[in-house]
């Protein structure tokens, strides 16, 4: 009887990280073989515009396990119609591997998520779910619910404890698109998808008119964070037509602030160093502030936009001294577009339709006594940036 691993997934693309979870999942659960399946319709998310065609997310696959002598890619999901649930696809498999054990592979948050996949009590007959799981994670979270889906399912699950590369595909599409990703997929990976076209890797993105911009730069973004964006780039245009910046820039602005925010601080770091950014002390302590930094960047090397749409992107999270208006326009409305909501934001909005530099004045100020609550640093520009607004407001 064969032990055999089945880990599905998207694959778009497939990266190094999937590489090296499926070495340790097949070391530490002594597997004979391990089955990665790429799915045609994955139910818990849609694939993001774009996604390149089923066949070639087979084709990557195949590349990039293709150093794995116990990995075999399966296409039993993309030749079925529908939705690719694993429960139809246990089914399959068990036809075809009547005696073997077999070990369903994945992460945490699929784990969590278990009881609303369909047909949970289906693949919990068929398989033993193995969790990857870093030594970060909440064990106690990951514990309760384990004991839950056994006395629910009667649900076998194993704990593997894996230091994987943690990066998302969301990440490493945006990378891609960067140009900034040869660290992140197999070489053979890299060269079909550039063969190909594909994630924009070889695209020219530079002076893109403002509907494709928003087309291609929302691809690059975790799906929650889309509306966010849009928000933030209308409320920028019409802060702009009221207070007499450039509307345009101040949409672009909008729409590219945070092009960079799917990245982990690892990525951010990477991205720094793909383009000789240099970085202080307190930067690289703080690798999660770094997404205005880099997104200015971004902005100007990959989409071309004007030194004015890249400053106001490069100061939209910590401000500066001697903000100028459409700076701050961006700043407020990445604070308070309408799908924020937060303690003070219905007054930092009415500040903002009255005066900037009193809804700024606020808007600071909640941020350093959120920093200090939480025993945060405070980076210099912020500081900067209140002490330069005092100064206005008491010259007025």
Request: hydrophobic content about 40%.
């Amino acid at each position: 009887m064969a032990r055999i691993g089945i880990f599905g997934g998207s694959f778009n693309p497939p990266h190094l990280g999937h590489i090296l979870a499926v070495r340790e999942f097949r070391e530490k659960l002594s597997l004979d073989r391990i089955l990665l399946i790429p799915a045609a319709t994955p139910p818990h998310k849609m694939l993001t515009a774009n996604s390149p065609a089923a066949v070639h997310r087979l084709e990557m696959t195949r590349l990039a396990a293709a150093e794995l002598p116990y990995a075999e890619v399966s296409d039993i999901e993309l030749r079925r119609e529908g939705a690719s649930y694993t429960a139809d696809t246990l089914d399959e498999l068990r036809a075809i591997y009547p005696e073997d054990e077999f070990f369903l592979l994945m992460g945490t948050d699929m784990f969590l998520s278990f009881e609303t996949w369909y047909h949970p009590e289906r693949i919990a007959a068929q398989a033993t779910v193995a969790v990857a799981h870093r030594s970060a994670d909440n064990a106690q979270q990951l514990q309760n619910c384990a004991e839950r889906l056994k006395k629910t399912l009667d649900l076998r699950a194993v704990f593997v404890e894996n230091e994987y590369l943690p990066h998302s595909s969301t990440s490493v599409r945006a990378l891609l698109a960067f140009q900034a990703a040869e660290d992140y997929v197999a070489p053979t990976v890299m060269e079909y998808i550039q063969r190909n076209d594909l994630y924009f890797s070889r695209d020219d993105l530079k002076g893109l008119g403002f509907d494709r911009l928003q087309e291609v730069s929302l691809c690059l973004h975790n799906k929650k964070r889309v509306p966010h964006v849009i928000g933030c780039s209308d409320t920028a245009e019409r802060l702009a037509l009221k207070y007499g910046a450039n509307p345009t820039d101040a949409k672009r602005a909008g729409i590219l602030h945070d092009v960079t925010k799917a990245l982990n601080g690892q990525e951010q770091l990477k991205l720094c160093e793909h383009y000789a950014m240099i970085l202080s002390n307190f930067e690289r302590m703080n690798p999660k502030l770094l997404h205005a930094k880099t997104g200015a960047v971004i902005a100007e090397q990959i989409f071309g936009e004007n030194p004015a749409v890249c400053d106001a992107i490069r100061w939209h999270t910590t401000g500066r001294a001697n903000m100028n208006v459409l700076e701050q326009i961006v700043y407020l409305a990445d604070y308070m577009e309408p799908n924020r909501a937060f303690d003070g934001v219905d007054e930092l909005r009415r500040l903002t339709e009255e005066n900037l530099d009193d809804a700024m004045y606020l808007g600071l100020t909640m941020t350093m006594e959120q920093l200090k609550a939480n025993r945060r640093d405070i980076d210099k520009n912020t500081s900067a940036a209140l002490h330069w607004l005092k100064e206005r407001k008491q010259s007025r």
